[in-house]
Nanobody, 123 residues
C-alpha cells in the first residue's frame, strides 16, 4: 500500500513558477514509478509527466516539455513537479500517482492516487 499527499498548489500569474510535492508513505515506495496528471474543469484527466523508480528515466507530455521537470527523492519518499513559465491553460487540479513497474501515460495503469492540489494560473 502507498498513500500519497500532494502539496504546493496555489495561485500564480502567467510566467510564474510553482513546485508541487507528493509525499508518499509505505515501505515499497522506492519500487514504484510515479506520475503526475492534471484535470481541468469539465475535462478528463491528462498525463503530465512520469518518472521511473530510480529517477533516471522521465517522460513528459508535449504540452509541458521544456517547462516542467519531474524528480524524486527516494530517501524523503517524495516526488516533485517543478513548473516554470506557467500558462493559464495549465490551470487544473494536479494529481500524483504510483504504479509498480515502469511509468505510463495512462491513468488507468496507476494503482494509487493522491487527493490532488489546485493550480490556478491567472493571465
Amino acid at each position: 500500500q502507498v498513500q500519497l499527499v500532494e502539496s504546493g498548489g496555489g495561485l500564480v500569474q502567467a510566467g510564474g513558477s510553482l513546485r508541487l510535492s507528493c509525499a508518499a508513505s509505505g515501505r515499497t515506495y522506492s519500487a514504484y514509478a510515479m506520475g503526475w496528471f492534471r484535470q481541468a474543469p469539465g475535462k478528463g484527466r491528462d498525463f503530465v509527466a512520469h518518472i521511473n523508480w530510480s529517477g533516471g528515466n522521465t517522460y513528459y507530455a508535449d504540452s509541458v516539455k521544456g517547462r516542467f521537470t519531474i524528480s524524486r527523492d527516494n530517501a524523503k519518499k517524495t516526488v516533485y513537479l517543478q513548473m516554470n513559465s506557467l500558462k493559464p491553460e495549465d490551470t487544473a487540479v494536479y494529481y500524483c500517482a504510483a504504479r509498480s513497474g515502469i511509468g505510463s501515460r495512462s491513468d488507468y495503469e496507476y494503482n494509487y492516487w493522491g487527493q490532488g492540489t489546485q493550480v490556478t494560473v491567472s493571465s
